[in-house]
């Protein structure tokens, strides 16, 4: 048979992101002792950041997920450090639905993090007293600018009379050759155009027309109701009427 030598040396790769200055950076630490302050942590905990060492002294990290050995992630809600394998619908993390209600069972592993994690990711929640270079001491400018009007509109300070539009932040495209500087912008979105005010004004107009028809043929209704009762009535009158009539010449008649 054949013999199968499993390495007893753990081995874990970070992923250590710096939300306020947008960047990334990926350690792998092998030492037993330095892992085990994460061991039996979930998903979303707090670890204190001098477990890896002294330089991160101070520093407070959340773990936010990561990937076992083989590459399955772990999923925030399943409370177990093994991989399990789950029903999953359209709105489950770790799974894409490729048609509509699609449902699918697939592996995940459990939010608890063991020695099985190869990758494991973390977020700096509060800073140190030392920087950390290449990840606190640099800034990762935003690719793109905001696109909807009303966040444009709180980056520069606009009033509501401002024009949105002159506003825009342009992305300059890298130059090909022979060719002029290209830039490119968003298509601002929930901005109030003529064309906006117009299909409201429509749209109201519309309602309140709807709105009055309903009212005249209620009206015209109720009216044509009271004329059938009252119709009806009167036929009933009539053949009580005619009714004794008859009865009396019949006693007379007698």
Do not use: W
Not at 24 to 33: F, M
Not at 147 to 158: Q, T
Not at 190 to 209: G, H, N
């Amino acid at each position: 048979g054949h013999r199968f030598f499993v390495s007893s040396r753990v081995n874990m790769k970070f992923n250590i992101s710096y939300p306020v200055s947008g960047a990334q950076k990926s350690i792998e630490i092998d030492d037993e002792q330095k892992l085990r302050a994460f061991y039996d942590k979930r998903i979303s905990q707090e670890v204190a950041g001098e477990a890896l060492g002294d330089q991160y002294k101070g520093y407070i990290f959340k773990i936010t997920g990561g990937n076992d050995k083989q590459g399955f992630p772990m999923k925030q809600g399943v409370l177990t450090n093994t991989r399990v394998r789950l029903l999953m619908g359209k709105d489950a993390s770790c799974f894409r639905p490729r048609r509509s209600g699609e449902r699918r069972r697939k592996s995940v592993r459990g939010c608890i993090v063991g020695s099985d994690i190869g990758v494991l990711s973390l977020v700096i929640v509060k800073k140190g007293d030392e920087e950390l270079p290449g990840l606190t001491d640099k800034d990762v400018p935003r690719r793109l600018g905001p696109k909807r009007a009303s966040k444009i509109r709180k980056l520069f300070n606009l009033k509501k009379e401002d024009d949105v539009r002159k506003y825009v932040i342009r992305r300059e495209l890298p130059v090909k050759e022979g060719k002029k500087k290209r830039t490119k912008a968003p298509k601002i979105q929930r901005l109030v155009t003529p064309e906006r005010l117009q299909r409201k004004r429509r749209i109201l107009a519309l309602k309140k027309r709807r709105a009055t028809k309903n009212k005249t043929e209620a009206a015209e209704y109720a009216k044509l109701v009271a004329q059938r009762h009252k119709e009806a009535r009167e036929k009933r009158k009539e053949s009580a009427s005619k009714r004794r009539s008859q009865k009396d010449s019949s006693v007379k008649a007698q």
